[in-house]
């Protein structure tokens, strides 16, 4: 199956996915600030990057989109165009992530993850939702596990 845009639209259209300060980061961070957890944002020393680093929690949150991230849920759909490219590439992806979890917490940081499926419904962002993560993180933040996963259902 061809592409039904141009290389020069989808080119534009691929170029509008932001990688950070997404709508549910933004609306992830303000719940947190208020609650009064302090963090920074996209720390470049830290593998991956983390979305939100606390270091007086000896903490990190990853906000993944379930595409890019290749999670097996209901969001996720290999795209039918450049099959093997795609896959591939979200492949290399998903094991990037694998390693980069596995030396974060090696190196004595906590990890957790928040996947897109756990606080989407279709297109919308579920407010409620957004709510009820940002109380597992802060539960998660004042506790001691090494690793949290908040994933939605498949």
């Known amino acids: 199956m061809t592409d039904v845009l141009t290389h020069e639209q989808r080119t534009y259209n691929m170029s509008r996915i932001k990688s950070k300060d997404t709508r ?6 303000k719940l947190l600030f208020n609650r009064g957890f302090r963090y920074s944002l996209h720390r470049k020393d830290l593998l991956g990057k983390p979305d939100l680093a606390f270091p ?7 906000i993944n989109g379930c595409f890019w991230h290749h999670h097996d849920c209901r969001l996720f759909k290999m795209p039918e165009t450049r099959r093997s490219w795609w896959k591939e590439k979200l492949t290399k992806n998903k ?7 596995a030396q974060l917490l090696c190196s004595g940081w906590r990890v957790m993850i928040i996947w897109e499926c756990s606080f989407r419904k279709r297109k919308k962002i579920e407010p409620d939702k957004m709510l009820r993560i940002s109380d597992s993180i802060s539960k998660w933040l004042i506790g001691n596990r090494a690793f949290n996963e908040i994933k939605g259902r498949k």
Do not use: G, Q, S, T
């Open 24 to 29: 549910p980061e933004l609306e992830i961070r």
């Open 56 to 62: 007086k929690y000896n903490a990190v949150v990853f």
């Open 95 to 101: 094991e990037r992530d694998r390693r980069n979890l």
